[in-house]
């Protein structure tokens, strides 16, 4: 599928997800046993441009909630992000539609959450790995239901969107889930009768060897 015909199609709760080979790419696999190393979720509201909400270190894409340039939690335009995870970052991209689609309940409380984790930090790579191993200790990945992120990763940012559009279960902490987590090998079961599809190769043209 073209990007074209990708963002065409796409619509909210639907998962890209990316996978790199530089170095802190195949780290991030390795740490999480994980095919990928990245994923975001697509927010595509009435007439806007479809929209990736996703956490990463870089600035160089404008902000859509903020309206400035900043690292961490991001809403950007689809196309865009895509584009520079594909071109600048060397990433192969999938496309996972949520089936059925998402219902205006969902968007909004998926909004809310933008609203609220917006801009959050992107956490340091040594604190990553170690929430990541936490969250596999029996017995601590629960969370309290007031609790906030200080920091936040692509997969954390996922996660608690779907868990506040009601599609995955609340308490579990964040920190559980990893990019691999929404990978269709991993066979993540979602709540409200939906379900993730396999995962569509979209193809980017690149501009740079």
């Known amino acids: 599928m073209t990007l074209d015909e990708a963002v065409r199609v796409t619509r909210t709760g639907d998962l890209w997800i990316f996978r790199g080979r530089s170095v802190p790419d195949r780290a991030i696999q390795t740490m999480t046993n994980s095919p990928v190393n990245h994923v975001g979720m697509a927010i595509v509201i009435e007439d806007l441009p479809p929209m990736m909400w996703h956490a990463e270190l870089g600035k160089s894409l404008l902000d859509l909630w903020s309206g400035t340039h900043q690292r961490g939690v ?21 496309l996972r539609q949520l089936d059925p689609e998402a219902t205006p309940e969902m968007e909004d409380a998926a909004l809310r959450t933008v609203a609220r984790l917006d801009g959050t930090p992107f956490p340091s790579t040594a604190r990553l790995a170690a929430r990541w191993a936490k969250g596999r200790v029996p017995g601590k990945g629960r969370r309290r239901k007031d609790e906030t992120l200080e920091s936040a990763y692509c997969a954390e940012v996922v996660a608690v969107t779907y868990e506040e559009m009601g599609l995955l279960p609340g308490g579990r902490r964040p920190n559980w889930y990893d990019p691999g987590r929404f990978w269709s090998g991993d066979d993540l079961e979602l709540l409200m009768g939906r379900r993730l599809g396999h995962e569509i190769t979209v193809g980017v043209e690149r501009t740079r060897p």
């Open 74 to 94: 991001q809403l950007h335009d689809l196309r865009d992000a895509v584009t520079v995870w594909a071109d600048r970052y060397g990433q192969r991209g999938w």
